[in-house]
């Protein structure tokens, strides 16, 4: 089985930094790649960023220069680091792990930005 689990969501004012979470664990075998999505209150879920097991990056054009993704393969972790946020960054922010046996969601962590 695979888990994956996101932390490090939460309540931060407008102009703030959150870093977020998303390690695998379990039978993972190669992970192919790793993407953060989010869904704001009322609307779809939304592509934020993504990197592969090489370290290629994509982020939507929306939030370049607000966001970066990195990862620590030894950890399965990947980071999503979000700065100056906005009340309109508001969202479930989710995971998936795609791996050579299939792609693995998270249950997400809410972020909040309200002053």
Do not use: H
């Not at 994956?4 to 998303?22: A, D, N």
């Not at 790793?34 to 592969?52: H, K, L």
């Amino acid at each position: 089985q695979v888990q994956v689990v996101e932390s490090g969501g939460g309540l931060v004012q407008p102009g703030g930094s959150l870093r977020l979470s998303c390690t695998a664990s379990g039978s993972i075998g190669t992970i192919v790649a790793t993407n953060w999505y989010r869904q704001p209150p009322g609307n779809q879920r939304e592509f934020v960023a993504g990197i592969t097991s090489s370290g290629r990056t994509n982020i939507v054009d929306s939030v370049k220069g607000l966001i970066t993704i990195s990862r620590n393969n030894a950890k399965n972790t990947v980071y999503l680091q979000m700065n100056s946020l906005k009340p309109e960054d508001t969202a479930v922010y989710s995971c998936n792990v795609v791996l050579l046996a299939g792609t693995y969601w998270g249950q997400g962590t809410q972020v909040t930005v309200s002053s």
